[in-house]
């Protein structure tokens, strides 16, 4: 058994004394050394290296995820995250040369641009991937040169304690802490001013977050959520279609922002593809086997009882209305839950339907029928834009007319949820499903400013004449 810390919540007190040493350690300047932000990025990693174990415990404990998801969605992206973060520091930190577009005026003058930390970040994460979504955008924060709090989510205490025993441990103490604790510890917070504040969670508590930012006009990246759709268009493989999204869906039973929450499918593979929802389910996590969704060592758990409740409620529901084509085995005692399909009626747009208005965030996918791809369009386009949109077509054309015609803060043609852990595309979601993004270089721009610089030595008088009377001609702006 791994040793993992009890959890306790960080008081007040201690808030604004971190607070405060953490100000003075970016008044002296020292973060922005290069050699600086190479060593915390590198003792992160040693950080997750040498505790992996507890880390996939801590995960366990928190959301019962089998070692393999948590080290393939805590570990291993962060630890790219580190990699790419060491490796292309010293490019990212060069002043970019503006030359070349400038006007004639400007050439001499050398326009670059400098990225500058912005301050102390904040960084307020969600529970479902404890880890990664915090530390993947501490690897920003480090990289740009900013000292950060990292406020870990009360819902995964096991994680947020082994956090907090670690940071101090491998971090520069003076430059980077773990606050926990919840809305009094979030609120206390967010009373204050901060260089930069990345917020994972949902859209309601992203409104309080932007709302105090506002106050002191603190730039924010908020990483919201959302139904994330799936077109399912006629030329799509269904087998291929099924397996892939399965497979995705299945992870941490659906509470993942970029989980396939609802599926459009095309009227003629309706049928076709709920049986190859269902076989390829079967297939994969036979229920009354070792690889069921009640067993522990195959399957997360639905977070909380009140989630439990509400997803069984859901269902309960829609089996009334006859819309449940396959109901997941079920433990209530330990809110074990396995994966359900619902099937709604052609366009469902049911604005009282909980399943088609809110985000599902657990583990059932609800497949809609459509006439068309034009149809699946308008039906994502009347809804809030989402966090990521699949196509599942035979044709890279189909893809890019979706693209073309919609909105989201990511899309993939024929696979899912792979955009957060590619190192090298920005992840964030747009309009309500957040703003701003993060990850490799975008997690460095996040936390840094971007500062215009000009040179205007005294050996360029001779070229300042025109500006000064009785010289001045506005009209001679060459
Ligand atoms: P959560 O309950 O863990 O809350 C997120 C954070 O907000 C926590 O640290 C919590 O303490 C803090 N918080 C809660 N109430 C607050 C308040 N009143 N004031 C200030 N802070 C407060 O997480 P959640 O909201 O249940 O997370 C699930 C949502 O997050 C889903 O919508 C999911 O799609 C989204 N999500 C998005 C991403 C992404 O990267 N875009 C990743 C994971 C989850």
Same mark, same amino acid.
């Given at each position: 058994?791994?040793?993992?810390p009890?959890y306790?919540?960080?008081s007040? *007190?201690?808030?604004d %004394?971190?607070?405060?040493?953490?100000?003075?350690?970016?008044?002296s300047?020292?973060?922005?050394e290069?050699?600086?932000?190479?060593?915390?990025?590198?003792?992160?990693?040693f950080?997750?290296?040498?505790? %992996?174990?507890?880390?996939?415990?801590?995960?366990?404990?928190?959301l019962?995820?089998?070692?393999f998801?948590?080290?393939?969605?805590?570990?291993?992206?962060?630890?790219?995250?580190? =990699?790419?973060?060491?490796?292309?520091?010293?490019?990212?930190?060069?002043d970019?040369?503006?030359?070349r577009?400038?006007?004639?005026?400007?050439?001499?003058?050398?326009?670059?641009v400098?990225?500058?930390?912005k301050?102390? +970040?904040?960084?307020?994460?969600?529970?479902?991937?404890?880890?990664q979504?915090?530390l993947?955008?501490?690897v920003?924060? !480090?990289?740009?040169?900013?000292?950060?709090?990292?406020?870990?989510?009360?819902?995964?205490?096991?994680?947020?304690a082994l956090?907090?025993?670690? !940071?101090?441990?491998?971090? *520069?103490?003076?430059?980077?802490?773990? &606050?926990?604790?919840? &809305?009094?510890?979030?609120?206390?917070?967010? /009373?204050?001013?901060?260089?930069?504040?990345?917020?994972?969670?949902?859209?309601?508590?992203g409104?309080i977050?932007?709302?105090? +930012?506002a106050?002191?006009? #603190?730039?924010?990246?908020?990483?919201?959520?959302?139904?994330?759709?799936?077109?399912?268009?006629?030329?799509?493989?269904?087998?291929?279609? +099924?397996?892939?999204?399965?497979?995705?869906?299945?992870?941490?039973?659906?509470q993942?922002?970029?989980?396939?929450?609802?599926?459009?499918?095309?009227?003629?593979?309706?049928?076709?593809? #709920?049986? /190859?929802?269902?076989?390829?389910? %079967?297939?994969?996590?036979?229920?009354n086997? /070792?690889?069921s969704?009640?067993?522990?060592? +195959?399957?997360t758990?639905v977070? $909380?009882?009140? =989630?439990?409740?509400?997803?069984?409620?859901?269902?309960d529901?829609?089996?009334?209305?006859?819309?449940?084509?396959y109901?997941?085995?079920?433990?209530? =005692?330990? $809110?074990?839950?396995g994966l359900?399909?619902v099937?709604?009626?052609? =366009?469902?747009?049911?604005?009282?339907?909980?399943?088609?208005r809110d985000?599902i965030?657990?583990? !059932?996918l609800?497949?809609?029928?459509?006439? *068309?791809?034009?149809?699946?369009?308008?039906y !994502?386009?009347?809804?809030? #834009?989402?966090?990521?949109?699949? &196509?599942?077509?035979a044709?890279?054309?189909?893809?890019?007319?979706?693209?073309?015609?919609?909105?989201?803060?990511?899309?993939?043609?024929?696979?899912?949820?792979?955009?957060?852990?590619c190192?090298?595309?920005?992840?964030?979601?747009?309009?309500?499903?957040?703003w701003?993004?993060y990850?490799?270089?975008?997690?460095?721009?996040?936390?840094?400013?971007?500062?215009?610089?000009?040179?205007?030595?005294?050996?360029?008088?001779?070229?300042?004449?025109?500006?000064?009377a009785?010289?001045?001609?506005?009209?001679?702006?060459?």
């Amino acid at each position: 058994m791994a040793d993992l810390p009890p959890y306790t919540e960080t008081s007040l *007190d201690v808030i604004d %004394e971190t607070y405060d040493r953490l100000q003075a350690t970016f008044a002296s300047h020292r973060t922005q050394e290069a050699a600086y932000r190479l060593y915390n990025l590198k003792q992160l990693a040693f950080l997750i290296n040498d505790n %992996e174990e507890r880390i996939i415990a801590a995960a366990q404990a928190d959301l019962g995820k089998s070692s393999f998801e948590a080290r393939l969605a805590e570990v291993i992206p962060t630890l790219n995250e580190i =990699d790419l973060a060491v490796k292309r520091l010293p490019e990212w930190m060069k002043d970019d040369k503006r030359t070349r577009d400038s006007t004639y005026a400007f050439k001499l003058a050398r326009p670059r641009v400098k990225k500058q930390p912005k301050g102390v +970040a904040l960084i307020i994460g969600a529970w479902n991937y404890p880890f990664q979504l915090t530390l993947s955008p501490l690897v920003g924060a !480090i990289a740009a040169g900013c000292p950060a709090v990292i406020k870990m989510s009360e819902h995964a205490p096991v994680s947020a304690a082994l956090i907090a025993e670690l !940071i101090p441990r491998y971090l *520069d103490p003076e430059g980077y802490a773990v &606050v926990n604790g919840a &809305v009094a510890a979030s609120t206390a917070l967010l /009373e204050k001013r901060w260089g930069h504040i990345c917020y994972t969670g949902g859209g309601p508590v992203g409104k309080i977050v932007a709302g105090a +930012a506002a106050k002191t006009l #603190t730039p924010t990246t908020l990483e919201l959520g959302g139904k994330s759709p799936t077109i399912v268009a006629p030329d799509a493989d269904l087998k291929i279609t +099924a397996r892939r999204m399965l497979s995705i869906k299945q992870m941490n039973v659906g509470q993942m922002c970029v989980s396939p929450d609802y599926v459009l499918v095309t009227k003629e593979n309706v049928d076709a593809f #709920t049986e /190859e929802l269902i076989k390829t389910l %079967e297939h994969f996590h036979p229920p009354n086997s /070792e690889r069921s969704f009640l067993n522990e060592s +195959a399957s997360t758990f639905v977070r $909380n009882t009140n =989630d439990y409740q509400r997803l069984e409620n859901v269902l309960d529901d829609a089996e009334k209305g006859g819309k449940v084509v396959y109901r997941g085995e079920a433990d209530k =005692d330990r $809110n074990r839950m396995g994966l359900s399909l619902v099937r709604l009626p052609r =366009d469902a747009k049911d604005e009282e339907s909980w399943l088609v208005r809110d985000e599902i965030f657990g583990p !059932i996918l609800v497949i809609i029928p459509v006439e *068309d791809i034009d149809a699946a369009i308008k039906y !994502i386009n009347a809804g809030p #834009t989402p966090l990521a949109l699949y &196509v599942s077509s035979a044709s890279r054309a189909t893809f890019e007319k979706v693209v073309s015609q919609t909105l989201s803060g990511s899309a993939i043609w024929n696979d899912f949820a792979m955009t957060p852990i590619c190192r090298t595309v920005p992840f964030g979601g747009v309009g309500e499903s957040g703003w701003g993004n993060y990850h490799g270089y975008d997690g460095f721009l996040a936390f840094s400013h971007q500062r215009s610089l000009l040179e205007v030595p005294y050996w360029m008088e001779f070229a300042q004449k025109n500006r000064y009377a009785p010289n001045m001609n506005p009209r001679n702006e060459r």
